[in-house]
């Protein structure tokens, strides 16, 4: 799953609506050879906009210049000036260019850029409801994460920016806290239990040396690790990391005991109701959030009811299963089994990699008979890091660098083996890795053609759909050959279903946590860390988990739509193509798109 906590940064980076500045507003680019080329500079214009304005942005896309040392501005003003002057970029595409006279592919980059920023309008008036810290998403470990997997360190010049950095952690972590404290004062805090892992994250990251006697800490340890790799001489290794270790114990630490104070403060007068309905706007807000997700005008209780109605057809499709390998008790019984026997869970995590590793070998082999369009980035699957893997959810994927410097990635969460059931490893293989995630987000990002926001932007409900997508498709494949494993592969679909179910439960319904958990375990096999760590992930990300199945839903009807139009005709890698060479549009765009290649003939 791709959350928040990686991509924001890039997304913001990437959005056309946030950072065009009024003079490149007003100015038109020079001596355009046409409506199409006048546009392409336009969008380009936009994009350099967006990176002059986010350091972390160029990071992402491997851009190292001078402002490789600095972080973005965590302001709400620098996120309302941001907005501001995307509404004005949009008005100045509106008033400077004709869809009419735009070419098909430069029509539908008009329409998108046009629906992020309605998009972005429709949001606006709700960004103060999101949660600064959170076990999710929160700076106490985005920060950290951010050097550790992002921070390149090539040349002493990349080493010195890492250090100034560090020292930058101070300033920025004092600005979240402020924001976070005024949000606090108008009501808008997370649930008590989800400070402590805040605060766990928090202290984590201050242990260890220079902060105490122990081992080197997280970020002296990476840091140490990049310079010591370079080439240069000994004397100015030990003075970058001496620099290094000065400025974790004078901006890095003192940062982080404010940062733990504030959030003891805030926990002792935290509410306890989970879901969003209890803010003054909560059920607005939480019908944008939806619509912003989806990508469709379904009400909360329309997804919740398609929730409902997919767990009752795959638990159907599971009980064939339990016949197949000749278990005769109830399912519930057979979810028991299968979430606390043994021979489902891994000892180790290097034999949990190596198993993935393996399987996504295969995958990759076999990926040619289905898709005309293959990513040229590589894949690399991680162990999410120590100091957060308590906090992070299950898996993540990262994208590559554009100019080849960084590697997609594949992180999987094994901070307790018994939360990671060997019967899903196949499946959640598929949706980060291949032909999930990484094929569908690095093949975005090497379609040179495209417009830089549709390159690097992205689409929740089309990403998400993908990944649950390919999940199926390695059955169609030829995966799964172990009937347990085709277990797993209902069960994460199962999981996508009742999410429908628990995410509208908790935001619209006024369900509990505790009500939510019990949903999950009644109706699924998953072991009972993994359903707490899911349903807390729910509450601090309203709207989001409900993408997937809906996203999924609409790309396997229109392959359905496509297989009986086109019959012998269909061939996947065509399809496939329709689906990925537009990048992320939203499910309307889709579905309009993949009508009219059926009507072409495939």
């Known amino acids: 799953m791709s959350l928040r906590n990686i991509a924001l940064s890039l997304l913001l980076a990437a959005s056309p609506l946030s950072l065009l500045s009024p003079a490149v507003a007003q100015t038109a680019p020079a001596a355009a050879e046409s409506p199409s080329a006048e546009l392409a500079a336009f969008f380009e214009q936009v994009d350099a906009e967006n990176l002059a304005a986010s350091p972390q942005g160029k990071a992402y896309r491997g851009i190292r210049d001078a402002d490789y040392g600095k972080w973005n501005d965590p302001s709400d003003a620098s996120a309302v000036a941001d907005f501001e002057r995307g509404q004005k970029a949009l008005a100045t595409m509106k008033a400077r260019f004709d869809p009419a006279r735009l070419s098909g592919e430069d029509r539908l980059s008009y329409r998108l850029f046009e629906y992020q920023a309605e998009r972005a ?78 605060l766990d994250d928090a202290r984590n990251v201050i242990k260890g040396a220079p902060f ?52 003891e403060r805030q926990q002792a007068i935290a509410p306890t109701d989970d879901g969003i309905w209890r803010l003054k706007d909560g059920a607005a807000y939480y019908a944008e959030r939806l619509a912003n997700y989806t990508t469709t005008e379904l009400s909360a209780d329309e997804v919740h009811q398609i929730g409902l109605d997919n767990v009752a057809r795959i638990h159907g499709e599971m009980r064939k299963i339990m016949q197949t390998v000749g278990f005769t008790g109830t399912l519930q019984e057979f979810f028991a089994f299968v979430r606390t026997d043994d021979r489902f869970y891994f000892k180790t995590r290097e034999e949990y990699l190596a198993t993935v590793d393996g399987k996504l070998k295969a995958m990759q082999a076999k990926l040619p008979e289905y898709f005309n369009t293959l990513p040229k980035a590589p894949l690399t699957v991680k162990a999410v890091e120590a100091f957060r893997e308590k906090s992070a959810g299950k898996a993540f994927y990262q994208s590559p660098a554009p100019d080849g410097s960084r590697p997609g990635t594949y992180y999987v969460n094994l901070y307790n ?104 375990t009644e109706n699924t096999p998953n072991p009972e860390g993994d359903i707490s760590k899911a349903i807390e992930r729910y509450v601090v990300y309203p709207g989001q988990a409900t993408a997937y199945m809906i996203g999924k839903l609409k790309i396997m009807e229109l392959r359905s739509r496509a297989q009986k139009a086109l019959g012998s005709k269909f061939r996947y890698g065509r399809f496939h193509d329709a689906v990925l060479k537009s990048g992320p549009v939203p499910l309307t765009v889709l579905e309009e798109r993949i009508d009219a290649w059926i009507a072409a003939g495939g």
């Open 121 to 198: 309008a429709r949001a606006q008036q709700f960004r103060r409801n999101e949660y600064i810290f959170d076990q999710m998403n929160g700076a106490q470990s985005q920060m950290p994460a951010f050097l550790i997997n992002i921070h390149r360190v090539a040349n002493k010049s990349d080493a010195e920016a890492y250090v100034t950095r560090l020292q930058g952690i101070g300033p920025r972590m004092d600005g979240l806290i402020a924001e976070a404290k005024s949000r606090a004062d108008i009501g808008v805090m997370p649930p008590k239990w989800v400070y402590p892992f805040v």
């Open 417 to 520: 083996l018994k939360d990671m059931a060997s019967t899903e490893l196949e499946a959640l293989a598929y949706h980060e890795g291949l032909p999930g995630h990484h094929l569908q987000r690095a093949v975005q990002t090497e379609l040179g053609d495209l417009p830089p926001f549709r390159r690097f932007g992205g689409v929740t409900a089309y990403t998400e759909g993908w990944g649950l997508y390919s999940e199926e498709l390695g059955k169609d494949m030829g995966f799964y050959v172990d009937p347990y494993s085709d277990f797993g592969r209902l069960g994460m679909e199962l999981w996508r279903a009742c999410r429908l179910v628990v995410d509208t439960g908790i935001h619209h319904k006024k369900w509990s946590r505790g009500q939510a958990i019990t949903y999950l």
């Open 212 to 263: 105490d006697n122990g081992a080197p800490s997280t970020l002296l340890a990476d840091l140490t690790k990049k310079v010591e790799a370079l080439d240069i001489p000994a004397a100015s290794k030990a003075e970058l990391i001496e620099g290094g270790r000065q400025a974790l114990l004078t901006s890095v630490k003192p940062a982080y005991e404010r940062l733990i104070a504030e959030m």
